[in-house]
């Protein structure tokens, strides 16, 4: 499988603290692979450098085969990577639907002046918007809520639009930070088989997660993060087994 | 009807609710600005001023017709606000307020020091060409404009800038840029409400357009409510007409700004409509209306 995401020595540093130190990492195409670690390991420092929201201090971000380091975050979004955020950052005045619509911007291209004229080009874009973000929504199975204001979903529903959200850019890559979290154990379930019904419309994915159980089901690899720098790589089973990842991480668990 | 006729022919009404108009355009487009897309704008009196004073000594010096004299008007404030954007749309909050705040002032001190515009002493001679109908067709027109505006993918980018500014990034939109758009669009406005301001009084003196303007067409927009138009319209006559109609109202103007403003952050922090679809209202109410009367009167 060809990579399609890879980090090469990248690091950044806030100040004196060294958030990620020296990192390699990869990504196949079509595969689904997890980013795990300790608290404060800096597994969603990483989702930001990929996404262009902090630059790395050194080191490079290569997305299908083109340096992607340095880039904004809306130009990042347009070649294919789309996320959703461990602490929800929905538009929360705005409804479900309008939500969606927003994540499909960089898709579509009307400006100030189709906004006034309504041109038929202008018409037949919005409707492609508004049928892809109903699909997004069908997806996570919020239809029927397209009308709410985002903040008045649940935790769990909120996750979920987030996913509709990064859906609707129809991203090559998605990035989905701890989307299992505060969840119950029925709503786990149907979150693993959205994301599998997701990977099966050929999007790959990274997914960072504290549910062990629920990263080790899914993954096809896994990498792990501890104070910034990887200690392990591989298969869930190859790194359940490791040593330097039990006493890191899943040793607290166990013991 | 007799009653309509009467306020439409008597000339003090007749001023005051085409003054009335008048900011109302200004209050939209700051309503773009502010209430939208959530950028704080201390200056929006500048802008008036860049439409009111192009025009007038278009329409004074070189004798254009007044409608294309309105439309530079608009465009040269718009180009100020881009202008202005450039540098400032990358503060926030407190900085740029400041910013806009301070440019307001440069440019009403600009105009005071230009002989052209008469300086200090004012700038009269201009020919009367605004009128009521004027004013209310541009009224509908801009309420027209920024409703298709907010209802598009330009307008759900503003507003979702306002949201979250580092999730709207992420979701591919380039704030820095849809800013500077906001502020062009808010400013053309301003520009367009200063020319038919210009060509009311038929004077016009850098006085006309201080700090308490730009005060007072913030407070219409906030009112009313932030992120609404029929809020914006709510605003700016309920605040333009009490002060005509309740004497005490005027003389305590500032005092009674200041207290509706706590009151408003208390109670009401998103304004008198602020987040009321007011579609949305008819529309559930329609369908209550058609349903089976199983509604109980409750709300
Ligand atoms: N903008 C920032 N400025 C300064 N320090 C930061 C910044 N962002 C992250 N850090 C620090 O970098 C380290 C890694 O943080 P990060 O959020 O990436 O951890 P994480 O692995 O996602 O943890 P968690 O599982 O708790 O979400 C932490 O020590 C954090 O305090
Ligand atoms: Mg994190």
Redesign the pocket.
Known sequence: MPVLLELDHMTIR??G?I??SELNMQVEEGKIGSLI??????????F?VITGI?TPTRGKVTFKGQNITGLKPYAITSLGIARTF?NIRLFKNLSVLDNVKIGRHCRAGGGIFGALTRHPGIKREEKTIAEKSLSALDLVGLTAKKNEQARNLSYGEQRRLEIARALAAEPVLLLL??PAAGMNPQEKQTLMQMILNIRQTGVTILL?E?DMKFVMNISDCVDV?DY?CKIASGTPSEVQKDPAVITAYLGKEVG | MEGVLSILTNPYYNQVLTMMGIFLIAALGLHLITGVTGQFSFGHAAFLSIGAYSSALMTIYLHTPFFLNMLVGGLLAALFGILLGIPSMRLTGDYLGITTLGFGEIVRIVFINTKITGGAMGLGGIPKETNIAIVYILVVLTVFSLYRIQNSRFGRALAAIREDEIAAETMGINVYWYKIKAFAVGTFFAGVSGALFAHMMQYLNPSDFGFSRSFDILNFVVLGGLGSIPGTILGTAVLSLAPEFLRFVKEYRMLIYGALMILMMIFRPYGLLGNVDLVRVFRSLRSRGAGKGTVSGDS
Not at chain 1, 37 to 46: F, L, Q
């Open positions: 806030f100040g603290l958030a990620v670690g300790p608290n404060g390991a800096g597994k969603s420092t990483v930001n902090y461990q930070d701890e960072v504290h993060l910034g």
